[in-house]
């Protein structure tokens, strides 16, 4: 092999290598203070539709939500490959008690938001597609005949 070509070769290997890193390191800083994607019950969606009643409940901010709200987002629509912070905070949720999502961490000058996955990205995303649901910074989402308010926050 001539010396040029393995120089080539070997240049092109490391900026593989590098380009490959720089896509994995994002995923590893961790500096900040941590986001979570927490879901809160706002009421019992079953109860409320069986007595045509509005069987809200009121949310963190003092505001009333309808439970029965058919805007909400059916959680059967939202993967777990697609929205992995929602579903890991509606599986830790009850009908009684939040449940909330594993760390999220921004990092460094916004370097980290540009190549990974986050909960605002899923935030965005729900708030796209079903502009009904959006209730102030949350989104409303039915799981199990229970509504819950789909919110990034910062206390966990």
Same mark, same amino acid.
């Given at each position: 092999?001539?010396?040029?070509?393995?120089?080539?070769?070997?240049?092109?290997?490391?900026?593989?290598?590098?380009?490959?890193?720089?896509?994995?390191?994002?995923?590893?800083?961790?500096?900040?203070?941590?986001?979570?994607?927490?879901?809160?019950?706002?009421?019992?969606?079953?109860?409320?539709?069986?007595?045509?009643?509005?069987?809200?409940? %009121?949310?963190?901010?003092? !505001? +009333?939500?309808? /439970?029965?709200? $058919? &805007? #909400?987002?059916?959680?059967?629509?939202?993967?777990?490959?697609?929205?992995?912070?929602?579903?890991? %905070?509606?599986?830790?949720? !009850? +009908?009684?008690? /939040?449940?909330? $999502? &594993? #760390?999220?961490?921004?990092?460094?000058?916004?370097?980290?938001?540009?190549?990974?996955?986050?909960?605002?990205?899923?935030?965005?995303?729900?708030?796209?597609?079903?502009?009904?649901? #959006?209730?102030?910074?949350?989104?409303?989402?039915?799981?199990?005949?229970?509504?819950?308010?789909?919110?990034?926050?910062?206390?966990?």
């Amino acid at each position: 092999m001539r010396r040029v070509t393995r120089n080539f070769l070997l240049a092109m290997g490391v900026i593989a290598v590098l380009l490959l890193a720089l896509g994995a390191l994002p995923g590893f800083l961790k500096s900040g203070d941590p986001y979570y994607m927490t879901a809160t019950p706002v009421g019992n969606d079953t109860a409320a539709n069986a007595t045509g009643a509005g069987g809200g409940a %009121a949310t963190p901010d003092g !505001t +009333a939500t309808a /439970a029965n709200d $058919s &805007s #909400a987002v059916d959680a059967a629509n939202i993967s777990d490959r697609r929205y992995p912070y929602a579903t890991e %905070a509606l599986a830790n949720a !009850t +009908a009684d008690s /939040a449940g909330r $999502s &594993s #760390a999220y961490y921004r990092g460094p000058v916004g370097f980290k938001g540009a190549f990974t996955h986050s909960p605002f990205d899923e935030y965005d995303s729900l708030v796209q597609q079903y502009p009904g649901a #959006a209730d102030g910074d949350a989104v409303r989402v039915r799981s199990d005949g229970t509504v819950y308010r789909l919110a990034v926050t910062q206390s966990p």
